[in-house]
């Protein structure tokens, strides 16, 4: 993250390595629910991948690869998103 320029950006950087799983293990998702105290919906959660998209009841952004299409939109979605559109697309409604 600091290499990258985004260090500031975060509030935490959560790694599948602590929960001793691989996505889309619940247990990696549930270290969000757990590091924040939140429940699932009210945490922002970015993806490029499709497969994981709809996680667990989280708020989704997606962040569409280059030529990638997402088949089925899952009402978790809160749409297609850029770095700019974020935090717009994943503040409460």
């Not at 975060?10 to 429940?39: C, T, W």
Request: net charge negative.
């Amino acid at each position: 993250m600091r290499s990258a320029g985004l260090d500031g950006w975060f509030e935490a950087l959560l790694s599948a390595d602590a929960a001793r799983a691989f996505k889309p293990h619940p247990a990696v998702y549930q270290l969000a629910v757990d590091r924040f105290g939140l429940a699932p919906d009210r945490i922002g959660f970015v993806t490029a991948n499709g497969w994981d998209a709809a996680a667990h009841g989280f708020a989704v952004a997606w962040l569409r690869p280059p030529g990638a299409v997402l088949l089925a939109v899952p009402a978790s979605i809160a749409g297609e998103a850029a770095w700019a559109t974020l935090p717009g697309q994943l503040a409460p409604g």
